[in-house]
């Protein structure tokens, strides 16, 4: 082998590893981006229910949710008030429609919607502030009770939407 062969394959050995080491992919496993040097507090107020139909376990358990996201999902640090990041609201609707009829008329299926008005502000970046409303939605067989189905829709429905303000107000999804 002569000079100018090692010295290409050598010069092509260097360009590879270069390249190689210069494409990482970096991952945050839980969906979150935040600038943990700017940002280091949440507060999150609990939400009232102001829906016409009031049923109690539901901000219960919504309040409860949307503060385990952030506590588990960031290092961030729940404060009652004043935080980098401030997140406020209230349950605005928690309904039952029916959704399908039968032929004789009867409904068939019902709809279960609850649905929360967030206020969020960046307090480090108020180009993020934002007022959203998000919701979820069930659908059951109408001939079972709203008893029945609601402590496990009201789970499943809160989880989702808690997610939802997890992902618009730290995600940047």
């Not at 539901?58 to 949710?65: H, I, M, S, V, Y």
């Not at 959203?132 to 402590?151: E, G, I, K, N």
Request: negative net charge; aromatic residues 12%; glycine residues 4%.
């Amino acid at each position: 082998m002569n000079w100018i062969n090692i010295m290409t394959r050598l010069a092509c050995v260097v360009y590879i590893s270069v390249v190689v080491n210069s494409c990482t992919v970096s991952y945050k496993f839980n969906g979150s981006s935040i600038n943990y040097d700017r940002v280091k507090t949440i507060s999150i107020a609990d939400f009232p229910m102001k829906s016409d139909y009031v049923y109690a376990p539901l901000a219960t358990q919504f309040n409860d949710d949307l503060k385990d996201i952030f506590v588990r999902q960031t290092r961030l640090q729940l404060v009652n008030r004043g935080g980098d990041l401030d997140i406020e609201g209230e349950i605005t609707g928690y309904n039952q429609y029916n959704q399908a009829v039968q032929a004789d008329g009867y409904s068939s299926e019902t709809k279960l919607t609850i649905t929360v008005n967030v206020r969020f502000v960046n307090n480090t970046n108020h180009d993020e502030d934002f007022e959203q409303q998000f919701s979820a939605f069930r659908t059951y067989d109408s001939r079972q009770l709203l008893t029945d189905v609601q402590d496990t829709y009201i789970a499943e429905m809160t989880k989702e939407i808690t997610e939802q303000i997890f992902n618009a107000t730290v995600a940047n999804w």
